[in-house]
């Protein structure tokens, strides 16, 4: 393990004008005057990939968001790992650069978590390519402008696989005064590893290993921030599998399943996937991945994710032209779960389960954020009225009876280009917001996009 404070200096602030949202389609439902508003481009060049948690916080009237920018406007900024700054309040944004050009690849964008004094860590890591993890952090008092030095924490382990994804968590019960805090990442045997920290960052455990594969299990978590961690995952990459969906949780260091039974323990006992909880089957014409869960108030984790249905006996690239969204929930008892919504064709050719994606509201779960190329609730094609072309547009959804049935609402429409991968961030004193992705999107390693933010009320 090595920490060192690195030479990586904080370019100075940019100042973005929250622009007009010029491709994106007003509100639709007539008779809701009340929730309209208007969408801002916080950034006009900035990705993210969907497994690292937090993307997005809002701490203290101010709405962070980590990016990671193409440089298609300005080759200065490829590669560059940035966390945006919203002022709620003045409607301004500042870009501080956390680390100039470390990579293109929308991987690489940091996992953000929040002390209880308002202070805020950010950690990163490049896509497999080296063994550092990196953090910088920073104080409310001086609204996120200043970051201290970045610190770089060797994770290498038996097997060499590098680092990838940042997965940042603060548990206030455990440690000392601060809590303590957990990063999960993609290490060694490209299984899911963690790290904890008692001293806000500054120096990290050994790595020890969550689950132990084989394959590469994708994992998302969440937390109640006090002594809890939950998270769901595949069995591995669904090019490689007919992915499942499973479910645990972590508490004082144990692995539990979904009804709480301890089955293994972080590091010592690592278990394998089929060892957890599974809420829902995958077979050949059912291949799954997962998008985003929540915990509600009750300590209760619901789950979104996606299912690939026509990939059964053909080729990679032949399949991935109809996607559902699925919802479940833990009853406290067993999974319940149901299919929400079309979630349309994949991204591109190869990667054949990559959507849009779904995203829950952590307040309400509920109410979910979609992105399809699909109307959610007959399939037919999405064809915009702009340029004649199919495009992704963000739906909102909600159901009143535990996910047997929805409805929809159009938050964007004959959009010119593509809306992609919303995010809901935890509110914040009455302060929420709806944010995703406008642009072009190839591969993890080219892309176009703004960064898109929407008040909700």
Same mark, same amino acid.
């Given at each position: 393990?090595?920490?060192?404070?690195?030479?990586?200096?904080?370019?100075? *602030? $940019?100042?973005?004008?929250?622009?007009?949202?010029?491709?994106? +389609?007003?509100?639709? &439902? &007539?008779?809701?005057?009340?929730?309209?508003?208007?969408?801002?481009?916080?950034?006009?060049?900035?990705?993210?990939?969907?497994?690292?948690?937090?993307?997005?916080?809002?701490?203290?009237?101010?709405?962070?968001?980590?990016?990671?920018?193409?440089?298609? !406007?300005?080759?200065?900024?490829?590669?560059?790992?940035?966390? !945006?700054?919203?002022?709620?309040?003045?409607?301004?944004?500042?870009?501080?650069?956390?680390?100039?050009?470390?990579?293109?690849?929308?991987?690489?964008?940091?996992?953000?978590?929040?002390?209880?004094?308002?202070?805020? $860590?950010?950690?990163?890591?490049?896509?497999?390519?080296? =063994?550092?993890?990196?953090?910088?952090?920073?104080?409310?008092?001086?609204?996120?402008?200043?970051?201290?030095?970045?610190? &770089?924490?060797?994770?290498?382990?038996?097997?060499?696989?590098?680092?990838?994804?940042?997965?940042?968590?603060?548990?206030?019960?455990?440690?000392?005064?601060?809590?303590?805090?957990?990063?999960?990442?993609? %290490?060694? +045997?490209?299984?899911?590893?963690?790290?904890?920290?008692?001293?806000?960052?500054?120096?990290?455990?050994?790595?020890?290993?969550? !689950?132990? +594969?084989?394959? @590469?299990? =994708?994992?998302?978590?969440?937390?109640?921030?006090?002594?809890? $961690?939950?998270?769901?995952?595949?069995?591995?990459?669904? @090019?490689? /599998?007919?992915?499942?969906?499973?479910?645990?949780?972590?508490?004082?260091?144990?692995?539990?399943?979904?009804?709480?039974?301890?089955?293994?323990?972080?590091?010592?006992?690592?278990?394998?996937?089929?060892?957890?909880?599974?809420?829902?089957? +995958?077979?050949?014409?059912?291949?799954?991945?997962?998008?985003?869960?929540?915990?509600?108030?009750?300590?209760?984790?619901?789950?979104?994710?996606?299912?690939?249905?026509?990939?059964?006996?053909?080729?990679?690239?032949?399949? %991935?032209?109809?996607?559902?969204?699925?919802?479940?929930?833990?009853?406290?008892?067993?999974?319940?779960?149901?299919?929400?919504?079309?979630?349309? @064709?994949?991204?591109?050719?190869?990667?054949?389960?990559?959507?849009?994606?779904?995203?829950?509201?952590?307040?309400?779960?509920?109410?979910?954020?979609?992105?399809?190329?699909?109307? *959610?609730?007959?399939? &037919?094609?999405?064809?915009?009225?702009?340029?004649?072309? @199919?495009?992704?547009?963000?739906?909102? /959804?909600?159901?009143?009876?535990?996910?047997?049935?929805?409805?929809?609402?159009?938050?964007?429409?004959?959009?010119?280009?593509?809306?992609?991968?919303?995010?809901?961030?935890?509110?914040?004193?009455?302060?929420?917001?709806? !944010?995703?992705?406008? %642009?072009? =999107?190839?591969?993890?390693?080219?892309?176009?996009?703004?960064?898109?933010?929407?008040?909700?009320?």
């Amino acid at each position: 393990m090595l920490g060192v404070a690195m030479n990586h200096p904080i370019r100075l *602030p $940019i100042l973005f004008c929250l622009l007009p949202a010029a491709c994106a +389609g007003p509100l639709l &439902e &007539e008779g809701l005057e009340e929730e309209r508003a208007e969408p801002m481009v916080l950034d006009d060049d900035g990705s993210w990939c969907w497994f690292q948690e937090e993307r997005a916080l809002i701490v203290g009237g101010k709405l962070l968001v980590g990016s990671v920018s193409s440089g298609h !406007l300005n080759p200065d900024r490829r590669g560059d790992i940035n966390l !945006l700054v919203h002022d709620v309040a003045q409607g301004t944004t500042l870009c501080v650069e956390l680390h100039d050009r470390l990579e293109l690849d929308d991987h690489d964008i940091p996992g953000l978590a929040a002390f209880s004094d308002g202070g805020v $860590i950010a950690v990163y890591a490049r896509h497999g390519t080296d =063994y550092l993890v990196r953090v910088r952090t920073s104080q409310a008092v001086d609204g996120f402008e200043h970051w201290s030095d970045e610190l &770089e924490f060797e994770q290498r382990m038996d097997q060499g696989h590098g680092v990838t994804y940042s997965n940042v968590f603060l548990l206030e019960d455990e440690g000392d005064s601060s809590g303590r805090l957990y990063d999960f990442y993609r %290490g060694d +045997g490209w299984d899911p590893n963690a790290i904890t920290s008692d001293d806000r960052g500054q120096t990290w455990s050994e790595p020890r290993r969550l !689950l132990a +594969g084989p394959g @590469r299990p =994708y994992v998302r978590y969440a937390s109640n921030g006090r002594d809890r $961690i939950d998270f769901v995952c595949t069995d591995q990459h669904p @090019r490689d /599998a007919d992915n499942s969906i499973y479910h645990g949780f972590l508490r004082d260091g144990r692995i539990h399943n979904s009804s709480g039974e301890g089955i293994g323990k972080l590091g010592d006992e690592p278990v394998r996937t089929e060892g957890l909880t599974r809420l829902f089957q +995958g077979d050949a014409d059912n291949v799954a991945w997962v998008s985003d869960v929540v915990v509600d108030g009750e300590g209760r984790p619901h789950v979104v994710f996606s299912v690939q249905k026509d990939g059964g006996g053909v080729p990679r690239g032949k399949g %991935g032209l109809d996607h559902r969204y699925h919802w479940a929930r833990w009853d406290g008892q067993s999974w319940q779960q149901h299919e929400l919504a079309f979630a349309g @064709r994949r991204l591109y050719a190869g990667e054949d389960d990559y959507t849009g994606l779904i995203a829950l509201d952590p307040a309400d779960p509920t109410r979910v954020f979609l992105s399809t190329d699909a109307d *959610p609730a007959t399939g &037919e094609a999405l064809v915009s009225a702009s340029d004649g072309r @199919r495009h992704y547009e963000i739906f909102e /959804a909600r159901t009143t009876d535990s996910g047997l049935s929805w409805s929809f609402r159009a938050i964007t429409r004959d959009s010119s280009a593509d809306n992609l991968r919303p995010i809901v961030p935890e509110p914040e004193g009455g302060q929420a917001f709806l !944010l995703w992705l406008r %642009g072009s =999107y190839s591969t993890y390693t080219k892309f176009a996009q703004e960064v898109i933010a929407l008040r909700l009320h």
